[in-house]
C-alpha cells in the first residue's frame, strides 16, 4: 500500500460533526478487491465548490468537492478507464456498483463539506432521515448543467463513502444474474434492480449490507407480486417507518420498471435458498 504524495497535502477542510456514530474519515482504494491506497477527509486539495441539484432534499446545494476522474488517475493512473465498474463501500452498509463509463461521460465529485451550513449533513426525504451524516466523502453528479436523469438518481448518490474499489461485472453480480431459461423475460427487471435495488439488498449473497438477501428466501414466496410493486412504489404506506425510499418517482416509464423487477424477483426464485 501506498500514500498519496501529489494529491493528498494539509489543508484546513476537517469535517466536523456533533452527531454519533460519525463514519471513519478514511477512504481506502482498492483493485478487485486488493487495498492500493488510502486519502483522508482532512487532507485534500484542487478542491472545487460544486453546485448541484441535491436529490435527497429536492434543492440546489453547493458542496466543496474534489473530481472523481482526476482522483482515479491519481491513485490508478489511466487503466481505470478501461475496468468495468466502480464498487462504492458505505459505512451504513451501502454497496452501489456504477458502470465507469458514466464517469467518463459525467461530471462526478466526492464532496467532503457542505457550505450552506456548518455540519456535513442531510436530509434523506425519501427515506425520511433527518441529519444524515454525509462523511467522510459523499458522491455528487453535476446536473445543473447536465440534467440527464441518471445523474439525478439518488440511488447513485452514496454517502458515508469509506472504500472505492474497480471490480469486474462477473465479481460483483455473477450470482445474481437470472437463470437462462427465464433470462429473455427477466434481463430488464435484473439490470433495474442492478442499478436501484442491490446497494441495499443482497441475492444469493451479492450485493449490499443495508437489508435482506430478497433470495433467502425469495421474497416472492412470501409476498404477491401486486404487494411488492405497490411496496416498491411507495413503501411508507404499506410498512409506516420502514427506512426503505420509494423507487425514484421521477423516473421514466417507472410502473413499467418496477414491474420488470418483480419479474426478475420471481425468477430467481429457481437460484435462491429456502
Known amino acids: 500500500m501506498h500514500m498519496l504524495s501529489s494529491f493528498v497535502a494539509a489543508t484546513a477542510f476537517l469535517v466536523s460533526s456533533g452527531l454519533k456514530d460519525v463514519p471513519p474519515q478514511t477512504l481506502v482504494f482498492k483493485i478487485h478487491g486488493k487495498e492500493v491506497s488510502t486519502i483522508e477527509a482532512g487532507n485534500v486539495r484542487g478542491v472545487a465548490e460544486v453546485l448541484v441539484y ?27 478507464r478501461d475496468e468495468e465498474e466502480i464498487l462504492f463501500t458505505c459505512a451504513d452498509g451501502y454497496q452501489p456498483s456504477i458502470p465507469v463509463g458514466d464517469f467518463l461521460e459525467n461530471d462526478a465529485y466526492l464532496a467532503f463539506r ?27 453528479w453535476e446536473n445543473i448543467e447536465n440534467e440527464k436523469a441518471q445523474v439525478r438518481e439518488s440511488a447513485i448518490w452514496p454517502y458515508q463513502v469509506i472504500g472505492m474499489d474497480l471490480v469486474r461485472f462477473e465479481d460483483r453480480f455473477g450470482s445474481m444474474l437470472p437463470p437462462l431459461e427465464s433470462r ?11 442499478r436501484y435495488c442491490t446497494s441495499c439488498h443482497k441475492i444469493n449473497g451479492q450485493g449490499g449490507d443495508k437489508a435482506r438477501d430478497l433470495n433467502r428466501p425469495n421474497i416472492t414466496k412470501i409476498r404477491d407480486p401486486e404487494w411488492l410493486e405497490n411496496f416498491i412504489s411507495d413503501p411508507h404506506s404499506m410498512r409506516p417507518g420502514i427506512a426503505m425510499a420509494p423507487l425514484d418517482p421521477e423516473l421514466e416509464n417507472r410502473d413499467q420498471v418496477i414491474r420488470a ?6 425468477a430467481m426464485r429457481a437460484t435462491g435458498a429456502e
Open 184 to 194: 429473455r423475460d427477466s434481463t430488464a427487471g435484473f439490470l433495474a434492480y442492478r
Open 114 to 140: 457542505r457550505t450552506d451550513q456548518e455540519r456535513f449533513t442531510l436530509d434523506n426525504t425519501g427515506q425520511r432521515e433527518t441529519n444524515v451524516e454525509l462523511g467522510p466523502f459523499y458522491l455528487i
Open 261 to 266: 423487477i418483480v419479474r426478475y424477483l420471481e
Open 54 to 80: 441535491e436529490p435527497h432534499e429536492k434543492k440546489q446545494v453547493v458542496y466543496k468537492a474534489v473530481p472523481v476522474a482526476r482522483i482515479m488517475d491519481e491513485i490508478y493512473g489511466p487503466r481505470w
